[in-house]
């Protein structure tokens, strides 16, 4: 279903004399179980996305802002042991680019752009090299440092040249054959690879690197990618004045503000990785922020008229949960899935304790800082598997953002591959250590504190067998209270079953991801890393080894479960 429709951005409608169209989606996160209903979704609205897509006059571009891929490294698939995430997300980006390319006519007007997520760089610059060399579409890196980039120098050096700072794409006027209509593509990302994907860019790096959440991003904390924009718009308009500019930003609503902000040159920003549905006019730059998942995309049509100014451009939204879905399980999408992924697409999953509106453990942005069934049971399932190996271990603690799916009745394969996707699996080995009291206060404090700040960006730990008082953490820090942090924080009594109040004379044995513990911009890991040494294993194995091993794929929902950690 269509909202919003023809919402004009600039001037009324008019018979214009070339056409851009674009379809624009961000943030899949690798969801290809979801595709089958996202191309149902562009296949319906062809007519409206693609307008006059077989016409000369029209070109026609699907617009990726980053984080098509995640977790490229992980493994886990049952039909395919040996494939990766990275091999099979490729593997339906390409299928993907394809299926647009025929909806479009395949007149050689169509064109497919990208633009790095961080997501999209988990598995660490080598595979995003692969990327680029083996899929048919232009990957635009405004602002990668190319003197600090090598292999980005080798890939732009090559002939099929399929990456670039900026390309500039052209399509004919209807009337005037010596008139060419000209777009200007480009393509920044979150820059602090330090903090999202420390260690593994070895031969990429991007302007403005560093160590800092996006949250506490300013437009003082990204002005080479400022700069680097801002020249190529330059450039651009000095030979085309006309001429429109669109820019892929993966940096979220207030860098991309930021941005517009030093560049008002800019016509269309489509913007990924806060996972907002927004829209704003601001001056003449449109700001289009497209969700997550594959639950919607978003269309621009640039409308060009006879002097070769742009005189209108309609937005429309489309949502995949709104478009009529009838046969879906015969898709094409849909039976190459099944058709590859057989074993895979199974229910392994049963929820026998579950009644009434308790029909799934839930995954949504809430989870990054209020209580979650889903949080408690997965803590929980990984302390009893790593109990397996070291059977002193208190508590595992799991950052939300690691968690990037949830669990329901007939949950596959699928399914729970997506669980752990929010950290790469380079990053993701668990770590085990003895802390004292009032350095499991310390942890749990400080990350609260930051979660408070920003509740789902900075996102917060749960943790297995300990009760944490959020609202009394904001109250201490406000001023409201006169209690301590440690007043905050129970933990269980393993005879009594019950939270009681921490001891501070106690130590504790627990569980942390290395991704967490190697962190530079936060004080409290810098302290205790050293105490902790490697498990080697991660959430998603010890998950895994729980489900087969301790369940056998036959999940109840315990009160336990359902208890309050956060309060």
């Known amino acids: 279903m269509k909202i919003n429709s023809a919402s004009n951005i600039a001037g009324k409608v008019s018979f214009s004399a070339a056409t851009v169209n674009i379809l624009a989606t961000s943030d899949n996160h690798g969801n290809v179980h979801s595709l089958p209903k996202f191309i149902r979704t562009v296949e319906v609205n062809k007519d409206e996305i693609f307008k006059d897509s077989k016409n000369n006059s029209t070109l026609n571009i699907m617009a990726l802002g980053g984080d098509w891929f995640i977790n490229p490294s992980k493994k886990g698939f049952i039909t395919k042991p040996q494939m990766t995430n990275g091999d099979i997300q490729l593997g339906f980006l390409r299928k993907t680019i394809e299926t647009m390319r025929k909806l479009t006519g395949e007149k050689g007007n169509y064109h497919t752009i990208f633009t790095m997520g961080n997501h999209d760089l988990d598995g660490g610059d080598k595979f995003m090299y692969h990327v680029i060399e083996d899929s048919p579409m232009k990957t635009l890196i405004t602002n990668v440092d190319i003197k600090k980039s090598p ?12 990456c670039r700072t900026a390309v500039v794409h052209e399509v004919p006027d209807d009337k005037n054959p010596n008139l060419k209509h000209k777009v ?34 300013t437009a003082e904390n990204i002005q080479g990618t400022i700069e680097s924009v801002k020249n190529e718009v330059e450039k651009f308009k000095k030979e085309n004045p006309k001429g429109a500019v669109v820019l892929l930003s993966h940096m979220g609503n207030p860098l991309s503000r930021a941005v517009k902000d030093a560049v008002p040159d800019i016509d269309i920003i489509l913007n990924g990785h806060d996972h907002k549905n ?16 594959n639950k919607m995309v978003k269309s621009l049509n640039i409308h060009f008229d006879d002097d070769g100014s742009i005189k209108t451009t309609d937005l429309n939204s489309f949502y995949t949960d709104l478009t009529l879905m009838d046969n879906i399980e015969n898709h094409p999408m849909q039976l190459f899935i099944n058709e590859n992924f057989s074993e895979d697409m199974k229910p392994i999953v049963t929820l026998d304790d579950l009644t009434g509106e308790e029909t799934q453990l839930d995954y949504g942005t809430e989870i990054r800082y209020s209580n979650s069934y889903l949080a408690n049971y997965l803590t929980s399932a990984i302390k009893r598997s790593v109990r397996r190996i070291e059977p002193e271990v208190f508590s595992v603690g799991l950052q939300s953002s690691i968690i990037r799916g949830g669990i329901k009745k007939n949950s596959n394969n699928l399914d729970l591959m997506k669980i752990f996707d929010g950290v790469s699996e380079d990053l993701s080995n668990l770590r085990i250590g003895d802390v004292d009291a009032e350095e499991l206060v310390g942890l ?14 900075n996102t917060i730990i749960h943790w297995s067998d300990i009760q944490v008082n959020r609202t009394l953490i904001s109250e201490i820090a406000s001023g409201k209270s006169d209690k301590e942090y440690k007043d905050a924080i129970k933990v269980r009594n393993n005879e009594t079953k019950k939270f009681e109040p921490i001891d501070m004379n106690k130590s504790y044995k627990i569980v942390l991801a290395e991704k967490y513990l190697i962190k530079d911009d936060i004080e409290w890991p810098k302290k ?37 950690r956060i309060l």
């Open 278 to 293: 927004l829209t704003t006019l601001e001056g003449k730059t449109s700001i289009n922020s497209l969700g997550q998942d």
């Open 528 to 564: 205790i890393r050293n105490k902790f040494i490697s498990l080697n294993q991660t959430y998603d194995t010890m998950f895994r080894e729980y489900l087969k091993n301790t369940i056998d794929y036959d999940m109840h929902i315990t009160p336990k479960t359902k208890e309050q």
């Open 151 to 162: 292999g980005i120098r080798n890939l732009m050096e090559k002939d099929n040249c399929k």
């Open 444 to 457: 749990i404090s400080e990350n609260i504190l930051s979660n408070l700040k920003s509740p789902t960006r």
């Open 184 to 217: 200007l593509f480009l393509g920044v990302t979150i820059p602090t690879m330090g903090f999202y994907n420390p260690g593994l860019l070895k031969k990429m790096q991007f302007k403005d690197n560093g160590n800092q959440k996006d949250a506490n991003l």
